[in-house]
């Protein structure tokens, strides 16, 4: 059965510093991969995907994400933290057809001053 | 243009009573789905629809069913409101499967709290 694992439940960063937000997926064959965020309050965003090609995908806010097939992770990264960035961010797993998203239970990010 | 929108925004009501969510897309999807977000912010979907038709139900309660009158829209009626449906229900939808792509668009969501 597909699962996602973020380990981290919150994460605190000082403002400019670097992130990384951890995943791991377990599915038999390559998902599709995907992280959102949500800001209080609201619904969620996509910030990347993953379907095939390239394993270092780009995103939106400068954000961008690595697939390593042999460590079964999709891990995020963003080199430099903004206050703004500061929400819940949720990695999750899909396959085509599957009508059905499998979603982490979500990584909390406060960045602090 | 909202995508995806939800209405109401903030539902409050008594334990027992019945309720509904709506909920519409202007994407052109074929699917749409409802979540349901506890207070401990876990998503878990509730059911996908694909051009009407329902495809996945996970082991829902039988007090809620959902109903799509369309492709664009997916409304979710819930009978007998318990303390425990309490909760961000959320709803999504994704472009049509030949495309292969299962990216969700999601909704502002509906806070459900129920006394």
């Known amino acids: 059965a597909q699962s996602v694992t973020q380990p981290d439940i919150h994460i605190t960063v000082s403002e400019g510093a670097s992130l990384e937000l951890r995943c791991n997926y377990s599915?038999?064959?390559?998902?599709?991969l995907f992280w959102y965020v949500q800001s209080p309050g609201q619904g969620l965003q996509l910030l990347l995907k993953?379907?095939?090609?390239?394993?270092l995908v780009q995103g939106i806010k400068g954000f961008e994400a690595e697939f390593k097939r042999s460590q079964s992770s999709f891990n995020l990264r963003k080199p430099s933290v903004h206050w703004s960035d500061a929400a819940e961010y949720f990695c999750?797993?899909?396959?085509?057809?599957?009508?059905?998203?499998?979603f982490g239970a979500g990584t909390r990010l406060f960045v602090k001053a | 243009d909202t995508a995806v929108s939800q209405t109401p925004k903030y539902l409050v009501t008594q334990m027992g009573n019945d309720k509904s969510i709506k909920c519409e897309q202007n994407?052109?999807?074929?699917?749409m789905y409802w979540y349901k977000q506890d207070s401990k912010k876990f998503l878990k979907i509730m059911f996908s629809?694909?051009?009407?038709?329902?495809?996945i139900n996970e082991t829902v309660p039988n007090r809620f069913s959902p109903k799509s009158p369309d492709k664009a829209h997916l409304n979710l009626h819930i009978n007998s409101l318990e303390l425990g449906d309490s909760a961000v229900y959320f709803c999504?939808?994704?472009?049509?499967?030949?495309?292969?792509?299962?990216?969700?668009?999601f909704g502002p969501g509906t806070r459900l709290l129920v006394l």
């Open positions: 999504a939808s994704s472009p049509p499967s030949e495309t292969g792509d299962e990216t969700q668009y």
């Open positions: 993953y379907f095939s090609g390239d394993t």
């Open positions: 599915y038999g064959a390559t998902p599709y």
């Open positions: 994407l052109g999807h074929d699917t």
């Open positions: 999750a797993v899909g396959y085509t057809g599957g009508f059905k998203t499998i």
């Open positions: 629809y694909n051009n009407k038709e329902l495809i």
